[in-house]
């Protein structure tokens, strides 16, 4: 399934039901096999940002740990509801996080990474945000503006952190505990 249609079930199931379930989704290939994964968020939405970056890295070193070995990686697919804000450029927000914001606007929103084969081998990573705006014009009624956008991805999106755990998760204890010893 290619991220378009996950993002077209996921503005299907919203309108059914009035909401969506945060959920990632994982494409890869293991073995010469495609697999798809998915993983539904109970309680997402953290009081800090890196809270919400620790749950994505710890999901994804667990799911590195359940694999038998490396998998390469089609697609990785964060896909939720969110609040979203804007500012005029060069203006600082009189809040930190969009849910503060009493102008904030409703959206179902997808963070995307993909990996493409480049002609040495090696996978080039994208990362894409789109977004639909939510407009609930009484409290039994849910759609969606027609139009989805594309976003300007500024920095990592929920999926790269998953991808790091994962990354962390093919390391030796002995490799990360290098590792951290450098960092700090």
């Given at each position: 399934?290619?991220?378009?249609?996950?993002?077209?079930?996921?503005?299907?199931d919203?309108?059914?039901?009035?909401?969506?379930a945060?959920?990632?989704?994982?494409?890869?290939?293991?073995?010469?096999?495609?697999?798809l994964?998915?993983?539904?968020?109970?309680?997402?939405?953290?009081?800090?940002?890196?809270?919400?970056?620790?749950?994505?890295?710890?999901?994804?070193?667990k799911?590195?740990?359940?694999?038998?070995?490396?998998?390469?990686?089609?697609?990785?697919?964060?896909?939720?509801?969110?609040?979203?804000?804007?500012?005029?450029p060069?203006?600082?927000?009189?809040?930190?996080?969009?849910?503060?914001?009493p102008?904030r606007?409703?959206?179902?929103?997808?963070?995307?990474v993909?990996?493409?084969p480049?002609?040495?081998?090696?996978q080039?990573?994208?990362?894409?945000?789109?977004?639909?705006?939510?407009?609930?014009?009484?409290?039994?009624?849910?759609?969606?503006?027609?139009?989805?956008?594309?976003?300007?991805?500024?920095?990592l999106?929920?999926?790269?952190?998953?991808?790091?755990?994962?990354?962390?998760?093919?390391?030796?204890?002995a490799?990360?505990?290098?590792?951290?010893?450098?960092?700090?």
């Amino acid at each position: 399934m290619n991220t378009q249609e996950l993002f077209e079930r996921a503005k299907e199931d919203l309108l059914a039901d009035g909401k969506h379930a945060p959920v990632m989704y994982v494409e890869y290939v293991d073995g010469g096999q495609d697999k798809l994964d998915f993983f539904y968020f109970a309680n997402f939405g953290a009081e800090t940002p890196l809270e919400e970056r620790k749950q994505f890295f710890a999901l994804g070193m667990k799911w590195g740990r359940e694999q038998n070995g490396h998998v390469d990686f089609t697609a990785l697919t964060f896909i939720s509801e969110a609040w979203t804000s804007s500012v005029a450029p060069g203006t600082k927000p009189a809040w930190k996080r969009p849910h503060e914001d009493p102008n904030r606007r409703e959206a179902l929103i997808a963070q995307i990474v993909t990996f493409m084969p480049t002609p040495d081998g090696r996978q080039e990573m994208k990362q894409t945000f789109l977004r639909a705006e939510i407009v609930r014009p009484s409290p039994d009624v849910v759609d969606l503006v027609s139009d989805l956008s594309e976003a300007h991805v500024t920095r990592l999106l929920f999926p790269g952190y998953f991808l790091a755990g994962y990354s962390a998760s093919q390391c030796s204890p002995a490799e990360l505990a290098q590792i951290f010893r450098d960092i700090v």
